[in-house]
């Protein structure tokens, strides 16, 4: 069963605290992206993957890592520098630059953080 | 900069009637957009892409580029249509996306 896999579904956080987000994708895609989700703000982007050891900020990185070791996974962390953490987080993937799908994403489920 | 507007938050129409949830854009460039659509406890996903010029479920986007805008339209709107809808920007460089800030559409009977 092909697609993204992000877990875990809920989380819950105790300020100070850093959390790691999974995101797993078995498409055999080239890049990856988390993007955050709050209500009236639309999808705003947070890091972004194109290979694997290389990712770059997207819009609203601070206060979030990511890492990119292997081409399936590109998980993130909210750090506790993260003035407002609680969100609907979103990973997706795309096929690699040189393709007509390129802009075409892939979403995963969604991993909805509290914080306490 | 780049920057997608949906000047509506929520849509409310009755079943049959025709829907046009309304997108415009800031590019520089040439732009490619997108419409992806969020029903009820479902993932995010791609509705339509101008460059295919294709129907999907029913729903048609024109780019103008004379109105910068990228609407997208049913004549008919159905009550499985309910879903919160998203226009996208490809943004310059590399494939991101730049979303709009989501149209909630309410089709009821």
């Known amino acids: 069963d092909g697609g993204i896999t992000q877990s875990p579904k809920y989380l819950f956080r105790k300020e100070g605290q850093n959390v790691t987000l999974s995101c797993e994708q078995n498409?055999?895609?080239?890049?990856m992206y988390w993007y955050r989700q709050d209500p009236g703000q639309g999808l705003r982007l947070i890091y972004y993957?194109?290979?694997?050891?290389?990712?770059q900020k997207g819009d609203i990185a601070e206060g979030y890592s990511v890492s990119r070791e292997k081409k399936e996974s590109f998980p993130l962390t909210v750090t506790s520098a993260q003035k407002n953490p609680t969100a609907f987080y979103l990973c997706?993937?795309?096929?690699?630059?040189?393709?007509?799908?390129?802009?075409?994403?892939?979403f995963g489920a969604g991993s909805r953080l509290t914080v306490l | 900069a780049q920057r997608v507007t949906q000047p509506e938050k929520l849509l409310s129409v009755f079943k049959g009637a025709p829907v046009e949830l309304k997108c415009n854009y800031s590019y520089s460039g040439s732009p490619e957009l997108f419409w992806y659509v969020q029903y009820s406890r479902q993932r995010l996903q791609l509705l339509l892409r101008h460059i295919s010029r294709e129907s999907i479920k029913g729903f048609t986007a024109d780019l103008n580029k004379g109105e910068t805008s990228f609407h997208l339209k049913k004549p008919f709107a159905q009550e499985e249509d309910s879903a919160m809808y998203y226009c996208?920007?490809?943004?310059?460089?590399?494939?991101?996306?730049?979303f709009g800030t989501g149209t909630r559409l309410l089709v009821s009977p």
């Open positions: 993957s194109q290979i694997v050891n290389d990712f």
């Open positions: 498409l055999n895609h080239d890049a």
């Open positions: 997706a993937s795309s096929i690699g630059r040189r393709s007509s799908g390129a802009n075409v994403l892939t």
């Open positions: 996208a920007l490809k943004n310059t460089g590399f494939q991101k996306l730049v």
